[in-house]
């Protein structure tokens, strides 16, 4: 069974930094491309951020560039999200989510497994 586990949120002030984890079983994280995505309250979806496990390949949401970090750690088996810079406009509750395939193909739709969410608050 495919179960993702995010940590690591909490309230932070503009500018603040935080490190989200997110661990996995039921898959190994260096087999499918992972990804991390975002639901500011009252809005839709947003993906964030993505690293793909057929060629290491990493991409970002314009808005993250420079700020965010996505990694792995394929012995612990964990994703990572170091977030730095951070702005009121990140709130959010943030998600792990796995895709079916090994490259990250633009679309939400080919998420096939999510964690629950762990919130990140961003204010002064």
């Known amino acids: 069974e495919v179960q993702l586990v995010e940590s690591g949120g909490g309230l932070v002030p503009p500018g603040g930094s935080l490190t989200l984890s997110c661990a996995a079983s039921?898959?190994?994280?260096?087999?499918?491309?992972m990804t991390w995505v975002r639901q500011a309250p009252g809005k839709e979806f947003e993906w964030i951020a993505a690293?793909?496990?057929?060629?290491?390949?990493?991409t970002y949401l314009d808005s993250v560039k420079g700020r965010f970090t996505i990694s792995r750690d394929n012995t612990k088996n964990t994703l990572y999200l170091q977030m730095n810079s951070l702005k009121l406009g990140d709130t959010a509750v943030y998600y792990c989510?796995?895709?079916?395939?090994?490259?990250?193909?633009?679309?939400?739709?080919?998420?096939?497994?999510w964690g629950r969410g762990t919130q990140v608050t961003v204010s002064s």
């Open positions: 690293i793909n496990s057929i060629d290491d390949k990493i």
């Open positions: 039921g898959f190994t994280v260096n087999s499918y491309a």
């Open positions: 989510a796995k895709d079916v395939e090994e490259s990250y193909g633009g679309r939400l739709t080919t998420l096939n497994g």
